[in-house]
């Protein structure tokens, strides 16, 4: 059956949405080991306040897990991302890939020598 | 040279990110002859006011064009994406595409039975 609005998008999750958050998780999807807050910021050039703003949307959702490390000198920030963080932030990638298929569909002319995505099968 | 910063994601312009912006240029992507905003609006399920701000943005930016045909009954608005707007959105659209592909390759277990992008070469 075709969706009532097949343009409508509904799994774009707002919460992942949003582009500093988007970048927060696709980093922290590569890094499942975790990431320093100064490590995370570098990697996604994000402002202190912005990402300090980023995490804590993500850390109230569950999505984040934010641990203090205390050593000899400066406590250490650290983030994962969270199992079900995980499950949700890889639903709404499905969302997006979506939108990229109906693109790329529509355009099939597209020269694509930039885009290993559709030659992982080749 | 890797970038100083891989999950910056620069090229995410806020135009078409915007979730209805989106929405809206995929859909005139997919129907290149132009659509009316009644079509427009069923397709993305936007509201009349979302809709119209969304196309005035996107008109504004020279994204789309804007027609009223005007006959024996009510004129009937009809919307274009321009040649430079669609240019613009699938530079959007290749960034997006970086996105999923950081995601997908960092998630290689991943199944993707729902997945016909990376079928599309097989």
């Known amino acids: 059956m075709k ?36 490590a995370l910021q570098d990697a996604c050039a994000l402002t202190d306040g912005n990402l300090n703003r980023h995490l804590h949307a993500l850390a109230e959702t569950g999505v984040v897990d934010i641990a203090r490390l205390r050593g000899q000198g400066r406590p250490t920030t650290i983030v994962h991302i969270t199992k079900s963080g995980r499950a949700r932030f890889l639903a709404y990638i499905d969302a997006l890939e979506a939108v990229v298929r109906a693109v790329n569909e529509s355009e099939p002319e597209r020269a694509h020598d930039s885009s290993p995505l559709r030659l992982a099968t080749s």
Chains 1, 2 share one sequence.
């Not at 999750?13 to 696709?26: D, M, N, P, Q, Y």
């Not at 980093?27 to 080991?33: E, F, G, H, M, P």
């Open 3 to 38: 969706p009532a609005a097949p343009f409508a998008y509904e799994g774009l999750e707002r919460l992942f949405h949003e582009r500093g958050r988007l970048a927060v998780c696709t980093c922290l999807i590569a890094n499942s080991d975790g990431m320093s807050f100064k």
